[in-house]
């Protein structure tokens, strides 16, 4: 099986800048590479012709898996994955042509806005605990914003599913060093086009009535709304013990010690697989629960257990504990 294909954009110099860290990412990754990717690079100009190039290839069945478009944000200190773009110019300065154009639509008549059609989901769990990495919803309104608007109302038109698209806007290098820049990069680039295996863990807990503590996920989370084990993914090295100790005191604030595993199911989301372990826990103080995460908490019985919208991985073993009753800690 073929590697799957991603193209890689950046910008060169503008403005008053010296350097532009995206062309020193990209040069990095052109001659590194990304293992397990075919890695296509593209450098483009800064103005119209630039910000055209990606969508008129697209027009012409361009031959990838995803577009990962970089940027510089020479304000900001955290890289920035950017949810949409905007059908709108706001240039406050020229682009490398001349052209300022501080006002109008990109596209005549098209949607205000655009959102990425990168996997959000997976972008979230790969990077929850990246305090440098975080979503942004301002692309702003210089040429980086036009390139992705161009780029995702191009997939419009065509027949097939949109590639998975995303910008990313990242901050000078004496905010976050080239290194370190060039590794997430290359993280975002694998989780645009591979669908991962997550290993996660949760954590079955009691209260003294004998309920299970449920959490739900909360608005602008992918699966806002649906219901869930406290826990998460278990990070590389990490055991399932030591993964829910720490989940369950960032989640819900609650330190605790798994006693033994009580369940174990495999689950394909359409972006992604999961291995979920639940470990059982013990009985906790619902006075000692603080949300972090989630925007809402319920004991239940085993009568109210379908009175929540589980996750698809939890709703297996949630409908057998249903006719056979929730495990005795």
């Known amino acids: 099986m073929s590697e799957p294909r991603v193209l890689i954009t950046a910008f060169p110099r503008f403005s008053e800048f010296d350097s532009n860290v995206s062309q020193g990412v990209l040069n990095r990754l052109e001659a590194e590479g990304v293992q397990g990717l075919d890695v296509v690079t593209w450098l483009l100009s800064v103005d119209e012709q630039g910000s055209r190039a990606v969508a008129d290839q697209i027009s012409k069945d361009m031959q ?38 501080d006002s109008g639509e990109i ?23 990246d305090e ?38 990242l901050p000078p290098e004496d905010e976050i060093s080239l290194d370190a820049q060039v590794e997430a ?4 680039a694998t989780c645009l086009v591979c669908r991962p295996t997550y290993e996660v863990v949760g954590g079955l807990l009691y209260d003294a009535k ?23 993914k278990i990070e590389a090295g990490e055991e399932p013990e030591s993964a829910l100790i720490r989940e369950l005191i960032e989640e819900i604030g ?19 697989s999961v291995k979920l372990q639940i470990w059982d826990c013990g009985v906790i103080d619902p006075n000692s629960i603080r949300l972090v995460e989630h925007d809402e908490a319920r004991w239940l019985s085993v009568d109210e257990l379908l009175d929540v919208k589980w996750l698809p991985a939890d709703l297996p073993i949630i409908e057998r504990w249903k006719r056979e009753g929730i495990p005795r800690t």
């Open 254 to 272: 609650v330190s605790t010690q798994p006693k033994f595993m009580v369940e174990q199911i495999s689950h394909e989301y359409d972006d992604r």
């Open 107 to 129: 596209v005549r008549g098209a949607p205000k806005t655009i959102l990425t059609t990168a996997p959000v989901h997976v972008m979230d769990e790969e990077f929850e605990h």
């Open 64 to 101: 990838v898996d995803g577009i990962l478009h970089l940027g510089l944000a020479a304000k900001r200190n955290s890289i920035s994955l950017e949810r949409m773009a905007r059908n709108e110019f706001s240039m406050n300065e020229p682009d490398n042509s001349g052209r300022l154009l």
């Open 210 to 232: 004998g309920r299970i503590l449920a959490c739900r996920r909360p608005q602008g989370d992918a699966w806002a709304g649906w219901w869930e084990f406290p826990g998460g």
């Open 132 to 169: 440098h990495i975080c979503w942004s919803e301002d692309a702003g309104g210089y040429v980086c914003n036009e390139t992705i608007y161009r780029t995702l109302y191009a997939m419009q038109d065509r027949e097939e599913s949109p590639l998975p698209a995303l910008f990313v806007h």
């Open 185 to 188: 990069v290359r993280r975002i």
